[in-house]
């Protein structure tokens, strides 16, 4: 599988409209979704792959993007949506919807789990899967937590997102105290999270500040990009990630092999509370992409 360049849907437009298209009949589903340039209101077809279907079921979802913060902001490439997320997506909810034998993901147990996202970026995946998981948190840095919100408050049309109670928790280095009373039982939260923060502070500032509810399934979607960032992004796997409890989900868009290698490396040498161990797991995208899943075995204690 080759390598390329930089994978965004399209960063010169404002607004996007993607559609995922699911054919619960015949257990197939669109091996591409529909997306749509927006402009006023009238959508424009880009492209698409769907097979005709007798029972079809839409999901539809408008996301905002921030073109200038992309060319503007050092740093800054959550502000548009990338193909990853969107190829991701249409995989969950094809599996999901058709309750395919052999999805990554069991269908069951994402209902009553707690999926956490590392840089959520416009809140696609968020928006896209928090309907069919008993709890998602969206988290990224604290400059993208506006577009977050903008996209979810856009989004509340929708039937399923619509019944969910959205919740935010800020700080200024992460999850930050107790949520409000009416955000507690939030289907959806928002969250600033600073990788290089956490992998800095001290141990009493993380239990004071990055104390989440326990996380079922840790979902990194191409995050994987600079090699700067991979220590802080290491250290947050490994500190969010409770031996024997949480699955760690990694998808990248492959780009740069040596980043990709380094990332490899340096998960498999950290040293922590467990022993981590990574699987590869083939055809679960086509396309440039690699998918791994983690967990993180509890350290037998010798002390006796």
Not at 119 to 134: E, K, M, N, W, Y
Not at 216 to 222: A, I, R, S
Not at 276 to 299: C, F, H, I, N
């Amino acid at each position: 599988m080759g390598f390329r360049g930089l994978g965004h849907v399209d960063s010169q437009q404002d607004t996007l409209a993607i559609d995922f298209v699911i054919d619960e009949q015949s257990e197939r589903a669109a091996t591409e979704p529909a997306v749509y340039q927006t402009r006023s209101r009238r959508s424009i077809k880009k492209k698409s792959k769907v097979p005709t279907a007798s029972r079809e079921h839409v999901i539809s979802i408008e996301l905002l993007q921030d073109k200038t913060a992309l060319r503007s902001r050092k740093g800054d490439t959550g502000s548009v949506v990338w193909r990853a997320s969107v190829d991701f997506a249409q995989y969950v909810l094809r599996s999901y919807h058709t309750r395919a034998p052999d999805a990554l993901l069991d269908a069951d147990s994402l209902c009553a789990a707690h999926v956490l996202e590392l840089g959520a970026g416009t809140g696609l995946l968020g928006i896209a899967l928090s309907p069919i998981v008993a709890r998602y948190t969206l988290t990224d840095i604290d400059a993208l937590i506006p577009l977050i919100q903008k996209n979810l408050a856009h989004n509340r049309s929708l039937p399923s997102l619509s019944r969910n109670t959205v919740g935010k928790r800020r700080s200024a280095h992460g999850a930050g105290g107790s949520a409000p009373k009416d955000e507690e039982h939030a289907s959806i939260s928002i969250e600033a999270l600073d990788w290089e923060a956490l992998r800095h502070a001290s141990p009493a500032l993380r239990r004071s500040s990055f104390q989440y509810p326990a996380i079922d399934v840790l979902l990194v979607v191409d995050c994987i990009y600079h090699p700067s960032l991979l220590p802080a992004l290491l250290s947050t796997i490994d500190y969010l990630t409770t031996p024997g409890v949480t699955s760690v989900l990694v998808v990248v868009e492959l780009r740069a092999e040596d980043v990709v290698r380094e990332f490899l490396a340096g998960w498999l040498r950290l040293e922590s509370d467990g022993i981590w161990q990574v699987w590869s797991v083939p055809e679960v995208l086509d396309g440039p992409y690699a998918v791994w899943v983690g967990w993180k075995t509890p350290r037998r204690n010798d002390n006796r």
